[in-house]
């Protein structure tokens, strides 16, 4: 028997040879893989703390319930933070996602844009607002779109700007103010916002209909994205076709009078800039063979959005503000006496006098640190993130929002109060993040900044105005904007 087991000892080895070796080779992998073997070990992944609910709902109804009520943070975000810390995970419309407050995550977080993280919106906006636009553009593809945009808002671009934002906001107040008793201050403003893209940035004419196509794709590009018809998704789609076919015929237009332009003066490549508007720009891009026809669409159709509900929204509660806070009125008020009044009769503003408007600006930024037109946006990690401890993995969502700093006591003390005169100095970076930071920070600050201003102007000086429900409620859905669309009282001022 034991010489049996001598002689077949070697052939039992040979034929469990094979089976040995696998056993090791696994063991060595699993030692790369975790590190548990071998004494050398990898740290260990932790996820943020927090609740990740039902599965797909997860805390999504809590979060619209906060939301529609405008109190994300006060219903949302602060019950969270006291119970998990400044950095928690939820789960929200279907994604597991991690809520971030703080300037350091903002900092992270916004300028790790596609290093780290990418922006991630709902698939309806992106249906909506196409997918060549902006918004959905990486790394040199976005730089390029977005360098476009800037120089039409650098320096000169600017100057050029206010008096073309003032004649179209004298024009408005002229059609829609004058002659009135009461109108609806928000609904005044997306008007004049729409006219202002269109006409002072992109030099489109806007015709009869094109706001109401326009708010019909705004009204979907939140919506679940269900094409059944009649649903809000279904009607944004038909309006988005109709859009792009007017834009498809608008551009085609200008590049053929462009390229003609071109002809005459010799030289190729494109020409026609000079007029610096926006939309020709893009088109001389196109003309050069540097983006595509879609990408000058989408991107139209992009700006719109992305102008429309913020810059209203903002002056609507710089108004509220004001109404609220009449030593506050008063002061601006006098700011844009004095302004008027170092100007001739018929004498347009300059870029030099909206410097002038300090006040004016610090109240706007005290009013956005309160109710900001966009209280903050989804990112997607694009690789396992480690951060403050945790770990982030791919995919998932990461959701900063501006109240993690803008309400903090830490940084603006008494939060809650109104007081432009925090702004009288500058607030340290990523502290105060209305136009958000980072690579994907507003592309369109200036002219929110430029038309908020210009507004402001002609409406102290050219009326007398109250606020009909003081105290009107603030909804969202899912930007924020005044329930019952701000009714103003108003009459020319006599003196
Ligand atoms: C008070 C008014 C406005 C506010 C509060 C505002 C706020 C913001 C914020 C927070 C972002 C960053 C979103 C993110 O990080 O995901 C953003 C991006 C953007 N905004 Fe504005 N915005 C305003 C007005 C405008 C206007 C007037 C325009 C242009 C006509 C504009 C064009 C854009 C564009 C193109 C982007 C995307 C930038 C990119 O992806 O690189 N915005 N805005």
Same mark, same amino acid.
């Given at each position: 028997?034991?010489? =049996?087991?001598?002689?077949?000892?070697?052939?039992?080895?040979?034929?469990?040879?094979?089976?040995?070796?696998?056993?090791?080779?696994?063991?060595?992998?699993?030692?790369?893989?975790?590190?548990?073997?071998?004494?050398?070990?990898?740290?260990?992944?932790?996820?943020?703390?927090?609740? %990740?609910?039902? $599965?797909?709902?997860?805390?999504? +109804?809590?979060?619209?319930?906060?939301?529609?009520?405008?109190?994300?943070?006060?219903?949302?975000?602060?019950?969270?933070?006291?119970?998990? !810390?400044?950095?928690? *995970?939820?789960?929200? %419309?279907?994604?597991?996602?991690?809520?971030?407050?703080?300037?350091?995550?903002?900092?992270?977080?916004?300028?790790?844009?596609?290093?780290?993280?990418?922006?991630?919106?709902?698939?309806?906006?992106?249906?909506?607002?196409?997918?060549?636009?902006?918004?959905? *553009?990486?790394?040199?593809?976005?730089?390029?779109?977005?360098?476009?945009?800037?120089?039409? &808002?650098?320096?000169?671009?600017?100057?050029?700007?206010? $008096?073309?934002? @003032?004649?179209?906001?004298?024009?408005?107040?002229?059609?829609?103010?004058?002659?009135?008793?009461?109108?609806?201050?928000?609904?005044?403003?997306?008007?004049?916002?729409?006219?202002?893209?269109?006409? @002072?940035?992109?030099?489109?004419?806007?015709?009869?209909?094109?706001?109401?196509?326009?708010?019909?794709? &705004?009204?979907?590009?939140?919506?679940?994205?269900?094409?059944?018809?009649?649903?809000?998704?279904?009607?944004?789609?038909?309006?988005?076709?109709?859009?792009?076919? %007017?834009?498809?015929?608008?551009?085609?237009?200008?590049?053929?009078?462009?390229?003609?332009?071109?002809?005459?003066?010799?030289?190729?490549?494109?020409?026609?800039?000079?007029?610096?508007?926006?939309?020709?720009?893009?088109?001389?891009?196109?003309?050069?063979?540097?983006?595509?026809?879609? =990408?000058?669409?989408?991107?139209?159709?992009?700006?719109?959005?992305?102008?429309?509900?913020?810059?209203?929204?903002?002056?609507?509660?710089?108004?509220?503000?004001?109404?609220?806070?009449?030593? @506050?009125?008063?002061?601006?008020?006098?700011?844009?006496?004095?302004?008027?009044?170092?100007?001739?009769? !018929?004498?347009?503003?300059? +870029?030099?006098?909206?410097? *002038? %408007?300090?006040?004016?600006?610090?109240?706007?930024?005290?009013?956005?640190?309160?109710?900001?037109?966009?209280?903050?946006?989804?990112?997607?990690?694009?690789?396992?993130?480690?951060?403050?401890?945790?770990?982030? $993995?791919?995919?998932?969502?990461?959701?900063?929002?501006?109240?993690?700093?803008?309400?903090?006591?830490?940084?603006?003390?008494?939060?809650?109060?109104?007081?432009?005169?925090?702004?009288?100095?500058?607030?340290?970076?990523?502290?105060?993040?209305?136009? !958000?930071?980072?690579?994907?920070? @507003?592309?369109?600050?200036? &002219?929110?900044?430029?038309?908020?201003?210009?507004?402001?102007?002609?409406?102290?000086?050219?009326?007398?105005?109250?606020?009909?429900?003081?105290?009107?409620?603030?909804?969202?859905?899912? +930007? $924020?904007?005044?329930?019952?669309?701000?009714?103003?009282?108003?009459?020319?001022?006599?003196?």
């Amino acid at each position: 028997m034991a010489l =049996e087991m001598n002689l077949y000892l070697p052939l039992i080895l040979s034929a469990l040879m094979p089976i040995i070796l696998l056993y090791f080779i696994s063991l060595i992998h699993k030692n790369n893989n975790n590190g548990s073997y071998f004494g050398k070990k990898k740290k260990k992944k932790i996820l943020p703390p927090g609740e %990740m609910g039902l $599965p797909w709902i997860g805390e999504t +109804l809590e979060f619209y319930r906060a939301q529609k009520k405008n109190r994300i943070f006060e219903e949302f975000i602060q019950p969270r933070t006291a119970k998990h !810390g400044a950095i928690f *995970k939820t789960r929200l %419309m279907g994604s597991p996602t991690v809520l971030v407050s703080g300037a350091a995550a903002n900092r992270f977080f916004l300028s790790n844009e596609f290093k780290l993280v990418v922006s991630s919106w709902p698939s309806s906006s992106v249906q909506l607002m196409g997918r060549n636009s902006i918004m959905e *553009k990486q790394g040199d593809r976005h730089r390029s779109i977005r360098a476009v945009i800037a120089t039409s &808002l650098n320096s000169a671009g600017l100057e050029k700007l206010v $008096p073309k934002l @003032c004649s179209s906001v004298e024009d408005h107040l002229k059609t829609h103010w004058v002659g009135k008793d009461t109108l609806s201050l928000y609904r005044s403003t997306k008007l004049l916002t729409f006219s202002v893209v269109f006409e @002072c940035l992109l030099g489109i004419k806007v015709e009869d209909g094109m706001l109401e196509m326009f708010e019909r794709v &705004l009204e979907g590009v939140f919506a679940p994205p269900v094409e059944f018809p009649g649903s809000k998704f279904w009607r944004a789609k038909r309006a988005r076709t109709q859009i792009e076919k %007017m834009l498809v015929e608008i551009v085609r237009k200008r590049k053929n009078e462009m390229e003609l332009e071109q002809n005459i003066k010799g030289g190729g490549g494109g020409g026609g800039e000079e007029d610096g508007m926006l939309l020709s720009r893009l088109i001389a891009s196109l003309i050069r063979g540097e983006i595509s026809e879609e =990408e000058v669409v989408d991107n139209v159709v992009l700006l719109v959005f992305a102008a429309h509900d913020t810059t209203s929204f903002a002056i609507a509660m710089v108004c509220r503000a004001l109404a609220h806070h009449p030593n @506050c009125y008063q002061h601006l008020l006098q700011e844009h006496v004095e302004i008027m009044g170092s100007k001739k009769p !018929g004498e347009t503003l300059t +870029l030099d006098d909206t410097q *002038k %408007m300090k006040y004016t600006w610090q109240v706007t930024r005290e009013s956005m640190r309160l109710f900001p037109p966009i209280f903050g946006s989804f990112r997607k990690a694009i690789v396992d993130i480690d951060y403050q401890g945790f770990t982030i $993995p791919k995919g998932w969502k990461i959701l900063w929002t501006t109240y993690g700093t803008h309400l903090d006591e830490d940084i603006f003390k008494d939060p809650l109060s109104f007081d432009p005169s925090r702004f009288e100095e500058p607030v340290p970076p990523y502290v105060y993040v209305p136009f !958000g930071g980072g690579p994907r920070m @507003c592309a369109g600050y200036q &002219l929110a900044r430029l038309n908020i201003l210009v507004f402001m102007h002609f409406m102290v000086t050219r009326f007398d105005w109250s606020l009909v429900h003081p105290d009107e409620p603030i909804t969202m859905d899912p +930007l $924020p904007f005044p329930c019952y669309g701000m009714p103003i009282n108003i009459s020319p001022k006599t003196s």
